[in-house]
C-alpha cells in the first residue's frame, strides 16, 4: 500500500467540506438570530467544491481499483511462493529416496562384488566376471553421488524458495 501511494485519511479529507473562519464572531455575536444561520453567524462557512466532486470521487475509485490490484498481485506472489516451497520439498523428497535406493543397490552390488571375488579365487567364476561385477559397483557407487548432489541442489533450491538469496544473481553481489 506504501508503494501505490494510497492514504485513506487523505482522500476521506477531499471528498469532505472545509470550513473558512472569518471575523464576523465579534461583530455578530450579540445578534445570533437563528439555528440556521448559527454558524454563519460565530464566523464558520462551510464550503464544498461542487464542480470537482465527481473527480474526487473517480480519482478515490481509481485509488481502490489500484489497491485491488496490489492486493491479488501480492496474493499471486504468495501463491507463486507456496507452490515453489512444495515443488522444491518434492524435488526433495524425491532425491532423497532415490540416493536410498542407490545406497541399497550400491550395498547389494558389494556384496555381488565380494562374492565374485570368492568365486574366482575358487576357480568357479573367470576374471571377466570380476571385472562387470567390479563396473556394477563403481556405476552403483557413481549412481550414489549423482543423487546426492541432485539433493544437496534440491536443499539450495528450497532455501531460495524459502527467502534464502541467490548469490548467482549480481544484484546480490
Do not use: C
Amino acid at each position: 500500500m506504501e508503494r501505490i501511494g494510497i492514504d485513506v485519511r487523505i482522500a476521506k479529507k477531499d471528498l469532505l467540506p472545509s470550513f473558512i473562519i472569518t471575523g464576523n464572531i465579534g461583530f455578530n455575536f450579540y445578534n445570533i438570530s437563528s439555528p440556521h444561520n448559527f454558524l454563519a453567524d460565530i464566523g464558520l462557512v462551510p464550503v464544498w467544491d461542487l464542480f470537482t466532486g465527481g473527480l474526487k470521487i473517480q480519482r478515490l475509485k481509481l485509488q481502490k481499483d489500484r489497491y485491488d490490484i496490489a492486493i491479488q498481485h501480492y496474493e499471486k506472489v504468495i501463491l507463486k511462493s507456496i507452490q515453489e516451497t512444495n515443488d522444491t520439498l518434492y524435488e526433495l523428497k524425491t532425491a532423497g529416496n532415490i540416493t536410498n535406493i542407490a545406497e541399497k543397490r550400491n550395498s547389494y552390488d558389494i556384496k555381488e562384488l565380494l562374492l565374485t571375488e570368492l568365486k574366482e579365487d575358487a576357480g568357479t567364476a573367470d576374471y571377466l566376471d570380476y571385472l562387470m561385477a567390479k563396473q556394477q559397483a563403481v556405476l552403483s557407487e557413481k549412481l550414489i553421488i549423482s543423487s546426492k548432489i541432485n539433493e544437496i541442489i534440491a536443499m539450495i533450491n528450497l532455501y531460495q524458495a524459502l527467502g534464502g538469496l541467490d548469490f548467482t544473481k549480481p544484484e546480490v553481489l
